[in-house]
């Protein structure tokens, strides 16, 4: 491995939930940042980030060129991504989009670097982070699938607020003191207040009435663990937690398996933590994955209505192992510590 | 239908979430009560509780003989209820428990109504309520499976923290005080904060690290069903919602069934309402269902990942059909309106 050269880095959406924990792990991770450009739409130019304990003035995406950023995260939308993120690559950038934009483009790799970290390196420039239940998911469900061919998935999500932006996590807040003081509570981000509530309903509905986040789940779950017929079925639900999302998930093998096995198999998993001890009653939850960068996994238990199942638990931080932490891991593995790339090639795209 | 006789109703636990909406459903339904006897421990007595716009003074079931009593509401926990009920039922009351003491005795029918109302008319004097989400599940997998066999049903929890009384209530008010003045959260009744939370552990660990609220899930439907080996999973989790529980079910039949038969088959079911439409977002929350009788049925979509099987949300008043309701129901249907009772036989055990 070469030594890591220092890299120019842009982070698209620096005002967001997500751009600000770019921000965080890029520092964090001592990411090889030479200079680092934020950029947002107009309405924040005048806007300032913190970056290794310095200000950082926002700049206009819409002007920037791209020329000299060696990586641009993008977090601002499938808009956005469909406009810039090509001119950015065209530029030289390598290009990681948290968006939907790119996720089924088969021209773009979809990575989450635990499973398919060799995919990362057949980019043409822009690789597509994956929606993050299925970030999440498939960090358990890939290490079982290689060990024992997985047939069936039932996933039932429990996800934050974040997901959906800062927006949306004034709001939870607006209408928790709502509540308190006997006022009617206000939605706007969601079409039912999401205080006290859960809403199976996660961004928009999709063909056959699968909403557009379980359809995600179903395509890019298929595309991560190449099975093109992969066969997963979810249901996503929004609930007032924050920002760890979790999963109830069901996985059918194609031959009977222990929970001692799976718990076996995950505990070996990078980035996996099993937690999962009925006597001193640990199990994941999103307040011990919040903040984290691994996906706790637990609840571990035979299926009774199947003997080829299991059934188990996950939670994730949505904005750091769902978002910008796959994808400063995606950059990582091109660019800072390029696994299984040929000796001698050129890590820069 | 003979015309209903008034009669001595008691309500034990009659200071309780459960208790309290007793006493309202009774008012409501226009119970034919002729009296009404509020029990509960010593601990409470000296306070009133209100029925029909009378005080009632709290009598300590210890010392309650239950002479003269035709029908008693048992909801004070499992222990109370293997004590007192059976005594309660030899003075002559028909006694309907909602405790989860006699849901597995051969002995004791284990009903919901609108399932299986024929078995409250085999009692011996004791008729169990089954576990709150079991009913809910039942209420909708009951109409399906007459239609088409069920051959396989995997179940996520979404539930609210009335099932663990006023204290889970207070506790998640308190801890949701405390996160706004930024103190720390205290946790009694759960192993962690609930407040912006998601718990996947309800009530206490069993067989094979599955919880005992699981396994009630599995025994109860399976005898509710009539089928001994129906084969159900379930992850049971707690969710900082008040008092709905929502369930994310996958069904699989014996043969392909699509989302538009099933979605009939629950219009005509009674005690469900359908809520299925995705161009008016309308699908069922625990908000919609709180206060109300029916179980809301919605998201009926096609699963992906079979052709035999159906996803559907459902969620329903844990306080209400989850608990008092259904047992009200009960008693309805054995002593006001026997449903196919012979005709002459004594309503009355």
Same mark, same amino acid.
């Given at each position: 491995?070469?030594?890591?050269?220092?890299?120019?880095?842009?982070?698209?959406?620096a005002?967001?939930?997500?751009?600000?924990?770019?921000?965080?792990i890029?520092?964090?991770?001592?990411?090889p940042?030479?200079?680092?450009? !934020?950029?947002?739409?107009? =309405?924040?130019? %005048?806007?300032?980030?913190?970056?290794?304990?310095?200000?950082?003035?926002?700049?206009? *995406?819409?002007?920037?060129?791209?020329?000299?950023?060696?990586?641009?995260?993008?977090?601002?939308g499938?808009?956005? +991504?469909?406009?810039?993120?090509?001119?950015?690559?065209?530029? %030289?950038?390598?290009?990681?989009?948290?968006?939907?934009?790119?996720?089924?483009?088969?021209?773009?790799?979809?990575?989450?670097?635990?499973?398919?970290?060799?995919?990362? @390196?057949?980019?043409?420039?822009?690789?597509?982070?994956?929606?993050?239940?299925?970030?999440? @998911?498939?960090?358990?469900?890939?290490? *079982?699938?290689?060990?024992?061919?997985?047939? =069936?998935?039932?996933? +039932?999500?429990?996800?934050?607020?974040? %997901?959906?932006?800062?927006?949306?996590?004034?709001?939870?807040?607006?209408? #928790?003191?709502?509540?308190?003081e006997?006022?009617?509570?206000?939605?706007?981000?969601?079409?039912?207040?999401?205080?006290?509530?859960?809403?199976?309903?996660?961004?928009?509905?999709?063909?056959?009435?699968?909403?557009?986040?379980?359809?995600?789940?179903?395509?890019?779950?298929?595309? *991560?663990?190449?099975?093109?017929?992969? !066969?997963?079925?979810?249901?996503?639900?929004?609930?007032?937690?924050l920002?760890?999302?979790?999963? !109830?998930?069901?996985?059918?093998?194609?031959?009977?398996?222990?929970?001692?096995?799976?718990?076996?198999?995950?505990?070996?998993?990078?980035?996996?933590?099993?937690?999962?001890?009925?006597?001193?009653?640990?199990?994941?939850?999103?307040?011990?994955?919040?903040? #984290?960068?691994?996906? @706790?996994?637990?609840r571990?238990?035979?299926?009774?209505?199947?003997?080829?199942?299991?059934?188990?638990?996950?939670?994730?931080?949505?904005?750091?192992? %769902?978002?910008?932490l796959?994808?400063?891991e995606?950059?990582?593995?091109?660019?800072?510590?390029?696994? #299984?790339?040929?000796?001698?090639?050129?890590?820069?795209?």
């Open positions: 491995m070469n030594p890591p050269r220092a890299l120019t880095v842009a982070v698209v959406g005002t967001g939930v997500v751009g600000q924990e770019f921000l965080r890029l520092e964090e991770r001592a990411f940042v030479k200079r680092l450009v !934020a950029l947002a739409s107009k =309405r924040s130019v %005048g806007r300032h980030v913190t970056f290794a304990g310095e200000e950082v003035a926002v700049e206009d *995406l819409d002007e920037t060129d791209f020329g000299g950023v060696d990586v641009a995260f993008f977090s601002a499938g808009d956005r +991504s469909l406009e810039h993120a090509p001119r950015a690559a065209q530029a %030289g950038a390598l290009v990681v989009d948290n968006s939907s934009a790119f996720r089924m483009d088969p021209d773009v790799p979809l990575v989450v670097p635990q499973v398919n970290a060799h995919r990362a @390196l057949e980019h043409r420039g822009i690789i597509a982070n994956p929606n993050c239940s299925t970030i999440l @998911l498939v960090m358990a469900l890939a290490p *079982l699938h290689r060990h024992v061919p997985v047939r =069936r998935v039932v996933c +039932s999500t429990y996800q934050a607020v974040s %997901g959906s932006g800062a927006e949306a996590l004034a709001e939870l807040e607006a209408q #928790g003191e709502a509540s308190r006997g006022r009617p509570l206000e939605a706007r981000v969601y079409p039912q207040p999401i205080h006290a509530n859960v809403i199976p309903f996660v961004q928009a509905f999709g063909e056959d009435a699968i909403t557009l986040e379980e359809w995600k789940l179903v395509h890019e779950t298929r595309r *991560l663990l190449e099975e093109p017929d992969f !066969a997963v079925t979810a249901t996503c639900v929004r609930v007032p937690v920002r760890a999302h979790s999963e !109830a998930v069901n996985v059918e093998f194609e031959r009977p398996v222990s929970p001692a096995e799976v718990r076996r198999w995950l505990a070996e998993a990078p980035g996996v933590r099993v937690v999962d001890d009925p006597d001193t009653l640990a199990f994941p939850t999103p307040r011990d994955a919040e903040g #984290g960068d691994d996906v @706790l996994v637990g571990i238990r035979r299926d009774p209505s199947r003997d080829t199942a299991v059934d188990l638990f996950l939670a994730g931080d949505q904005v750091r192992k %769902g978002a910008a796959n994808a400063v995606i950059a990582e593995a091109v660019l800072v510590s390029p696994v #299984g790339s040929p000796p001698g090639r050129d890590p820069i795209p």
